[in-house]
T-cell receptor
Framework: GAVVSQHPSRVICKSGTSVKIECRSL??????MFWYRQFPKQSLMLMAT?????????EQGVEKDKFLINHASLTLSTLTVTSAHPEDSSFYIC??????????????FGDGTRLSIL | KQEVTQIPAALSVPEGENLVLNCSFT??????LQWFRQDPGKGLTSLLL???SQREQTSGRLNASLDKSSGRSTLYIAASQPGDSATYLC????????????WGAGTKLIIKP
């Protein structure tokens, strides 16, 4: 079945560091990918919609200069947390929808990236 | 505006019991409804997807039903096992955009050996 690969799975770094997270669709093309954030014991919150070849669409309250999204190909989207601070520590998950065939395809999720900023 | 609610927020049952998790949504105009499982500190695993035209989907010990008219879906787990312990989330696509999902808050399930 369709697989989404997300790397790295875990990042621990100092405050002020920029961190890049990759999300790849391995066996399907995705013009749209989604980035979510999850705080402990809370549900997923959509951060932004990543669109191949164009600018990402950010949800209200999400700083676009803080969370840079690049979707340069049909199989890769990246999320860069710039100058990360402890409050950015969270679990980040990407997803993509296999857009080939029927319009009612499910979304597939990466395994997530746990970001810890010291 | 679509809202998705899951009740209960947490559930603890002895091993072997059959159980039902509930998901309700306010707008019945949905493309589909998807159930996910999330283990602590892990990503999401898609369990079942029910198309809007379907009434139920089955996968092994899992059965998901959909009643659009009443805005409800249930996830039935038969003969529960400790390995079923996880948080279960339901989600529906937001129809006016690129299928971004609207999530319930999840039900944390603990199966006691």
């Amino acid at each position: 079945g369709a697989v989404v690969s997300q790397h790295p799975s875990r990042v621990i770094c100092k405050s002020g560091t920029s961190v890049k997270i990759e999300c790849r669709s391995l066996d399907f093309q995705a013009t749209t990918m989604f980035w979510y954030r999850q705080f402990p014991k809370q549900s997923l919150m959509l951060m932004a919609t990543s669109n191949e070849g164009s600018k990402a669409t950010y949800e209200q309250g999400v700083e676009k200069d803080k969370f840079l999204i690049n979707h340069a190909s049909l199989t890769l989207s990246t999320l860069t947390v710039t100058s990360a601070h402890p409050e950015d520590s969270s679990f980040y998950i990407c997803s993509a929808r296999d857009e080939a065939g029927a319009s009612n395809q499910p979304q597939h999720f990466g395994d997530g990236t746990r970001l810890s900023i010291l | 505006k679509q809202e998705v609610t899951q009740i209960p927020a947490a559930l603890s049952v002895p091993e072997g019991e059959n159980l039902v998790l509930n998901c309700s949504f306010t707008d019945s105009a949905i493309y589909n409804l998807q159930w996910f499982r999330q283990d602590p500190g892990k990503g999401l695993t898609s369990l079942l997807l029910i198309q809007s035209s379907q009434r139920e989907q089955t996968s092994g010990r899992l059965n998901a039903s959909l009643d659009k008219s009443s805005g409800r879906s249930t996830l039935y787990i038969a003969a529960s096992q400790p390995g079923d312990s996880a948080t279960y989330l339901c989600a529906v696509p937001y129809m006016d955009s690129n299928y971004q999902l609207i999530w319930g808050a999840g039900t944390k399930l603990i199966i006691k050996p």
